[in-house]
């Protein structure tokens, strides 16, 4: 067993700044696997390293090492402005819809989720109170 696969697993993870619990709580893999894995103890079935490649944002090529740089240039890909695209959705299910998107796309972490989900509220929460203001004071002309 090659320990290729478990350095580059550990590499991987760390530069995404991420811990073992952090990636069991993104994928649902249990941080002991995960540390089997990086140890050279075992490895993953293919589905497991679809999974961490792409919470990685690198290739199974890179982590089995086939090759050498970690981001391919067909897997560097420039993130969207997650507050510009949550907050031109036109509705409130809309940006919730946008940001399970992001959240499974970017796997972006709870700080992020909770901060877009409140920008989003807090701006349709504004315009569906305006609306309701807007037409309570037109029916009572």
Not at 10 to 36: C, D, F, P, W, Y
Not at 102 to 124: G, P, Q, V, W
């Amino acid at each position: 067993m090659s320990n290729v696969l478990g350095i580059r697993l550990r590499m991987a993870r760390e530069s995404k700044h991420l811990t073992q619990v952090q990636v069991r709580k993104l994928t649902n893999i249990n941080n002991k696997t995960l540390s089997g894995y990086e140890k050279g103890v075992s490895e993953p079935d293919i589905d497991t390293l679809i999974t961490l490649a792409n919470l990685y944002e690198t290739s199974i090529d890179y982590l089995v090492g086939n090759i050498d740089e970690p981001t391919p240039h067909f897997l560097k890909k420039e993130k969207p402005n997650y507050e510009k695209y949550i907050l031109s959705a036109p509705t409130l299910e809309d940006a919730a819809c946008r940001i399970a998107e992001l959240k499974n796309k970017y796997y972006i972490n709870r700080e992020t989720f909770l901060t877009l989900s409140e920008m989003a509220y807090d701006k349709h929460n504004t315009s569906q109170a305006k609306s309701t203001h807007d037409k309570t004071e037109h029916l009572k002309k």
